[in-house]
Each structure stands twice: as C-alpha cells, then as structure tokens.
C-alpha cells in the first residue's frame, strides 16, 4: 500500500524502529524486498542508486520513469506502507530527474562539493521536490569507504554537528544522513561507531537521521542508533552479495548444461535460479526488519 513518507517517519520515531531502505537493482530484486515485508508486516522502502542508473557507462540507458512506475507500482500492490526513493544521485539534473518520474522521495549526493554550494544545489532541488509532495534526504560530511576491489579503505569526514544544523536550516531538507563511523561498501568487517557524536548531532538536530551503510554496522548496533535518532537505515551491498553467493552456489549444485531451460529460468520452482538466487536476499531482508524493530508495524496500517 502507500502511505505518506512523513506519517511513516512519525510513526517511526513514535514506536522507535527504522524504517529500512533495502536498495534494488531489478524487478526481481524489488519484489522479494517487498515480499520479505510482507512475510514481515513491516513497512519498508524501496528504490534504485541514481548513481548507478546514471552511469555514464552503461550499455543501455535506464528509462527512470518507467523504473519509477514499476516501483510505486509493487509498492501499490503490496500489503504493507511502501515508499519508494531514487537514492544517492551524483547531478542535480537526474535528482530533478527522479522528481519528475515521480519517486516519493530522492536524494543528491556529492561528497567533494564544497558546504555552500551544496547549500545552494540543495535548496534547489528541494523548492521542486516539496512543490510535489516529495520528500528530500541529504548528507553532510562524508562516509568512509571500501573498495571492494583493491580492499583500500579512505575515511571520509564524520559530521561535525555544527554543519548539520546549519546545512539543514538552511536546506530545508526532510532527512539527513550522517557520518559518525559508518563506511560504505563494508563487508568484511564491522564499523566502529562514535555513538557519542550522534548523539550530540541528534539533540541538535531537529530533522530525522539516517544511517548509511548499514552493510558494515554490528547487528548489535542497530538498536542503539535507533534509539538516538536514526529513522531510517540504507542497506545496499550486503544484498548483492548475497545474491551473489546464491548465484555461485547455483551452479556448483546444478548442472545446467543437463537441464531443461525452462526448470533454470521462468518456472519458479525450487530449482528456478531466480527463485534460487533470492531466497537469501529475502531471508537477510526479513532479519534486518527485526534489528530494525520495523517487524509487526504494518499490522495497523493493515
Ligand atoms: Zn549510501
């Protein structure tokens, strides 16, 4: 069903759980997040990585707004309040972009703009986004980050919470992300964080917080974020890579050379690698509904 993001948050904050942001990348993926809310009655979000829609290199350009349609379209169909987001945009122009095709809420990202014009890219995508009802997400200070590939790691800049305040009075946005710790693309270990600084930037702050890289946080963790401010939680790489290993183990337990076709892909039996394939997505979706404390929230809604 949908729902109002703003309720959602209220609601949120009101009964202290996250609501968790569980990006997709495909159809298939969006509906087992969805289904894993379902199994849940939890509310949940769901949405694409501009960042990625966007990439210059891709071999075929994505038609946002038909993503979009598909996503509010789940979202409609479902049991349980779904909102959905255009997450992480690298330009103003495809933030605007996610504005039009009608996402409920987006959010523009550039960690090497300087405070001020950030300030001013902000406020113009916020005066076009809450012209329609669409809620903003931002982010000051910058994340740390993993890459996968080489294992570097760079630190980024935790939030200092004078920036935030500033940064959010004079944005105006809905949401704000913050860095106290948490590091993007973190896999293989977990992410220390500075609950102290999150605290000081949760009494400062008057708007709701968000927690990315929720990959790399300790399951221990969630909840005492949760209860300093933190309503909504991204969670991206852990999923592919869980898709990824199912995928992997996939094809050490069947041959498929020896298969029917049809049993590998469009059946959905249990041998379907698609249903294979997403089963630990839905599995690793459902546990993080109850770290959130989100799991049997959508019972009134419902
Ligand atoms: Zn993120």
Known sequence: MRINYRELIEDAQNRSY?????????????????????????PVMIGFCGEYLENAERKYEVDLELFSKIAKEVALKSSVPVITLLNESNTVE??????????????????????????IRQQKIVDQAHRKGILVEGEIGSLGLVDASSGDFYEGNKTRPEDAVYFAEKTNVDL???????????????AELDFDLLKTI????????????????ADEDFKKTIENGIVKVNIGAGLKREVIKS???????????????????????????????????ITKVMNYMDLFNSTGKADKYI
């Open 18 to 42: 996250a609501i968790g942001y569980f990006e997709a990348w495909n159809i298939e993926s969006l509906i087992s997040i969805v289904k894993a809310a379902e199994n849940k009655r939890s």
């Open 202 to 217: 949760n009494e400062k702050v008057s708007i709701p917080l968000v927690l990315h890289g929720g990959t790399g946080i």
């Open 94 to 119: 495809y933030t605007l972009k996610g504005i039009e095709a009608g996402f409920d809420s987006v959010m523009y990202v550039d960690e090497k703009i300087e405070l001020e014009e950030m300030i």
């Open 247 to 281: 995928i992997q183990n996939y094809f050490e337990e069947y041959d498929v050379d020896e298969m029917n076709p049809n049993d590998v892909l469009g059946k959905g039996n249990l041998q379907d690698l698609d249903f294979y394939s997403h089963e630990g997505l």
């Open 176 to 190: 704000l992300a913050i860095s106290f710790g948490n590091v993007h693309l973190l896999e293989k270990s977990k």
